[in-house]
């Protein structure tokens, strides 16, 4: 099976813009988790979708917000951004939420705010 | 709230050493218990996972993790690391039925010379 893709792999933006970030996950995989890591707060959770509702929200404003499509695919969406946004975006899908389950990582899409 | 402590920041080892890395988290119902690695340049793999049982249990490329209820630890094991296992270890916790969230330690960045 094809793993969990990201796209844009690398993005640039200026303050005050926003962005969107795509995650596909593994084919049959219902549940996708996105992540923020930097290197002073770590992995932090964001949000996680499961069938196209959102289960789960982490400690993060609300300028940060995603939602999930019929496919199990997911969308981020980072509103007027801040120079603190600058971070590797992961994406993480599991087959179910809740329970006994693994999540799989993509290779993340790097963002820096100018 | 729920924390994940990794007790290591930096390790460094000479090849055929054996390492161990601890991880404790406060949280005192069930939880999953999971170790991820990043190699360099390279996304988040899983090496192992408990969910319950054994609570010995081995992952890939000879780790293995002991989970020990009674100190709410994980620790990771490896006997003889190799220069290729050079990377940062997370240990993560998912709680039991809280789905999609995991909560990461902030990382062992292992170096090992050859």
């Known amino acids: 099976k094809a793993g969990v893709t990201q796209t844009p792999r690398y993005l640039i933006k200026t303050r005050g813009q926003q962005v969107t970030l795509s995650c596909s996950p593994i084919?049959?995989?219902?549940?996708v988790s996105w992540y923020q890591q930097t290197p002073g707060q770590g992995l932090q959770f964001l949000f996680e979708?499961?069938?196209?509702?959102?289960?789960n929200k982490g400690n993060f404003p609300g300028r940060f917000s995603g939602r999930q499509f019929s496919n199990s695919r997911s969308e981020m969406n980072v509103s007027t951004l801040e120079l603190g946004d600058s971070a590797l975006y992961l994406c993480?899908?599991?087959?179910?939420?809740?329970?006994?389950?693994?999540?799989?990582f993509g290779p993340g899409t790097r963002l820096l705010v100018l | 709230a729920q924390s994940v402590s990794q007790h290591n920041h930096h390790v460094i080892l000479s090849e055929a050493a054996s390492l161990e890395l601890g991880c404790n988290y406060s949280?005192?119902?069930?939880?999953?218990l999971f170790w991820y690695v990043q190699y360099p340049g390279q996304h988040l793999q899983l090496l192992l996972k408990?969910?319950?049982?054994?609570?010995l249990v081995k992952g890939i490329k000879g780790f293995e993790a002991e989970f020990i209820k009674s100190k709410f630890s994980f620790n990771l094991r490896k006997p003889s690391v190799q220069w290729s296992d050079t990377a940062e270890y997370f240990c993560?916790?998912?709680?039991?039925?809280?789905?999609?969230?995991?909560?990461f330690g902030q990382g062992t960045e292992l170096s090992v010379k050859p």
């Open positions: 084919s049959g995989h219902r549940s």
């Open positions: 408990y969910f319950s049982g054994d609570p």
């Open positions: 949280y005192g119902g069930t939880v999953n």
């Open positions: 993480a899908s599991s087959h179910t939420s809740g329970g006994e389950e693994t999540q799989y």
């Open positions: 979708y499961f069938s196209e509702t959102q289960r």
């Open positions: 993560a916790v998912g709680i039991y039925n809280q789905g999609g969230k995991l909560i």
